[in-house]
């Protein structure tokens, strides 16, 4: 292991001395660019509205616009808005029944996210 000492620091959260494994970080770097748009998923699942519709279509499998306004407590307009950008982003898709729209989540990886994030935040609280 090849480490590389640079410069002293004081705070009670970071190392006493700044150094760094050499090996480590080149083989980090290498793959690093891969999570490049991840951020991009959490962003639209940081917004509390639509965390709450992406959790509301893990309980029911496929709700339609009008459901989801009733659930969230908005408008069909502003629960479309919100469905719309989760089904842009890749975490929700769509059926039309007539005159009716109907959401479900994109995939069991969208349905897993959110179960984690849910599962997260109840041992950190």
């Excluded at 959260?13 to 991009?40: L, W």
């Excluded at 039309?96 to 849910?118: M, P, R």
Aim: glycine share 4%; charged share 25%; with cysteine.
């Amino acid at each position: 292991m090849n480490k590389k000492i640079l410069s002293p620091t004081r705070t009670p959260d970071t190392c006493e001395i700044v150094c760094f494994d050499e090996e480590k970080v080149s083989r980090v770097k290498a793959q690093i660019e891969e999570i490049i748009g991840v951020e991009s998923i959490f962003k639209a699942l940081s917004d509390s509205t639509r965390i709450k519709i992406a959790y509301a279509l893990t309980i029911e499998t496929e709700l339609c616009v009008c459901d989801v306004a009733n659930i969230i407590g908005s408008t069909t307009a502003t629960a479309s808005h919100h469905l719309r950008l989760l089904k842009n982003m890749g975490l929700a898709k769509f059926r039309k029944e007539g005159k009716l729209v109907f959401y479900s989540l994109a995939d069991a990886h969208v349905y897993q996210l959110v179960s984690i994030a849910l599962a997260h935040s109840k041992e950190v609280i």
